[in-house]
């Protein structure tokens, strides 16, 4: 009886060791053959999933805003045009963030029932953006997308006009884009972009020594053009 334990034992020792050898042989076929391309196959490698652009960009202000205290009061800002610059990062080939750079300034003007102000000051806006893009990858070199984000503007370098004081407050808005790049090569692209910002800061101002408040609704459309770089 004891010998045949031993041989029971014996018989269930050499099985496991049987079965731990095949266990680790398999798993070192299934590594060789995943790291070893197969014949024939094509081995694709992720592009860089960095890109840069340079526009020159027109900003055309929505002529519209008020000074709480005066009914029938309006604004209406100077149009510009400014350069551009956005870095975006592919998180995949049709997901991408993008971060538009750029300053510009605007001229206030009062009209309607503050029109004889006239102007009322200059502001200059650094509108940082930041937009969250889909890119369409089935049409060759020809690749558009649309975006949305969130943009926040601060505003610096501001002075009066006929006012005696000015200041525009720093403020969140919204943002949507559509645009599309055509690249020439693996690298170089042109660009056509449209952005629509809502963005309506409140402002302070002070008319012969009396202290206003308001709400310049800017809302502009950023409308741009220019080049593409694809790291």
């Given at each position: 009886m004891a010998r045949k334990r031993m041989g029971v034992a014996r018989g269930v020792t050499a099985a496991i060791v049987l079965i731990l050898t095949g266990q680790q042989a398999v798993a070192a076929e299934l590594a060789q053959s995943a790291s070893v391309p197969q014949a024939g196959a094509a081995v694709t490698e992720w592009p860089n999933p960095w890109q840069v652009r340079l526009r020159?960009?027109?900003?055309?202000?929505?002529?519209?805003?008020?000074?709480?205290?005066v009914p029938g009061s309006d604004l209406s800002y100077s149009n510009t045009v400014t350069p551009e610059l956005d870095i975006s990062y592919y998180f995949t080939d049709n997901i991408a963030t993008e971060l538009i750079l750029g300053t510009t300034y605007a001229n206030i003007e009062g009209?309607?029932?503050i029109g004889a102000v006239g102007n009322v000051g200059k502001v200059w806006l650094l509108p940082p953006?930041?937009?969250l893009q889909y890119h369409f990858t089935n049409f060759g070199a020809f690749k558009p997308y649309v975006g949305a984000g969130v943009n926040y503007t601060i505003f610096y370098n501001q002075h009066a006009g006929s006012a005696d004081a000015l200041k525009v407050d720093n403020t969140f808005g919204t943002a949507l884009q559509v645009g599309f790049d055509y690249m020439v090569d693996q690298h170089w692209g042109v660009n056509f972009d449209v952005k629509k910002l809502f963005l309506k800061p409140?402002?302070?101002?002070t008319v012969d020594g009396a202290k206003q408040t308001g709400k310049a609704e800017l809302d502009p459309w950023l409308?741009?053009?220019?080049?593409?770089?694809r790291f």
């Open positions: 020159a960009l027109g900003v055309i202000t929505e002529d519209s805003g008020y000074v709480n205290a009209q309607g029932a953006t930041l937009t409140d402002f302070d101002v409308i741009g053009a220019g080049v593409t770089y």
